[in-house]
């Protein structure tokens, strides 16, 4: 099995968290994040999206977008639940994952930290701040009373949420007003079998 | 069953479409997406991302995002795969639409024609219209050779794709240079017990 990868992309960490925890094993091919030059020619054929994480099955099938692989080895396994409520309110989560939180929280840490040219989207930052904050706030919502987002337990949910949350510092996003979310990181963090972004 | 619904959200109407296909009742509220201050009061409780289309089961449990109501309802009928492979790429479309279509195409015929103020993003309709473009080239891609985006047969990939590619005119996106979207459009809206997005 072979994973187009990059180190620094919380979506790519999500499918290596969640391999390293079922102990299945693959390759990785390098992909850059920054110069997207070759990604037509590099992924045109195996993913219409041309993103990294994309993975090339055993058999030759292609496989993207990081919330669809962590759903097709997570299922059937303890890290995705049964019930279908369950299972519908983890798509939930991941759902609100692409479309409330990355957008804003992955976007200004790769501003800021990977692309290089941090003075080219200072005018874009505030506004993409504000949309990390409330995202934070809807996961502290989803958080309260609660020890992992779905069923009481460590899901493929939690993985989704986690890969960009914890890194979230490097966006300048300040966890301190989150004390749910901070209490959650901590225990995603000490899941059996966890392996941090940058193993 | 209570969606709290916006009559011209194409997240919503992906809700109704596969219910009406299904022959699921339900009972609508109407929720403005231009004012949404009254937003935390009245979805505070049930859907951490305080967007519509959100959901209330008939037991009283909530369920937001769209396509994650779509796998709810389409999971075991013949609007969902039962194949492993086929259902991680029907996931796959989904979150492609939700991260690199619909903030783009809904977003653009959202500030032209429903926010009342399109002046007032004349400077970011242009990023706003390229990104749209490359998921038209993503969606035409993918339908290239196919006659359905999964499996030869319609799915809550097609509805979920099609909600807002199918009013991309209303964005003044142009689908002449988009054969194969075109024809699919027309198959999708040919389906039995289609409704539209006015019904």
């Not at 094993?25 to 045109?44: C, F, I, K, Q």
């Not at 990294?52 to 669809?68: C, F, I, Q």
């Not at 279908?84 to 983890?90: F, G, I, L, N, V």
């Not at 409330?100 to 976007?107: G, L, Q, R, T, Y």
Request: aromatic share 12%.
């Amino acid at each position: 099995m072979l994973l187009y990868n990059s180190a620094v992309s919380g979506n790519c960490y999500k499918v290596r968290l969640l391999l390293a925890q079922l102990g299945v094993g693959y390759e990785t091919m390098d992909v850059s994040v920054v110069d997207r030059s070759n990604r037509a020619e590099l992924l045109g054929e195996l993913n219409p999206g041309l993103r990294v994480p994309t993975l090339v099955l055993d058999d030759g099938r292609p496989l993207a977008e990081s919330n669809a692989i962590l759903w097709y080895f997570g299922d059937g396994t303890s890290y995705l639940s049964d019930d279908p409520y369950e299972r519908a309110q983890t798509l939930q989560w991941m759902f609100f994952e692409q479309y409330s939180h990355e957008p804003f929280i992955a976007v200004v840490r790769f501003w800021l930290r990977y692309a290089g040219t941090p003075e080219l989207f200072a005018d874009q930052i505030p506004a993409k701040t504000k949309g990390g904050y409330a995202a934070l706030d809807g996961l502290e919502r989803g958080l309260l009373g609660r020890e992992f987002l779905v069923g009481g337990r460590y899901s493929i949910a939690d993985i989704s949420l986690y890969a960009y949350t914890h890194v979230a510092h490097e966006g300048d996003f300040d966890l301190a007003p989150y004390p749910m979310i901070r209490a959650w990181i901590d225990r995603v963090a000490s899941q059996p079998l966890h392996v941090t972004i940058d193993a």
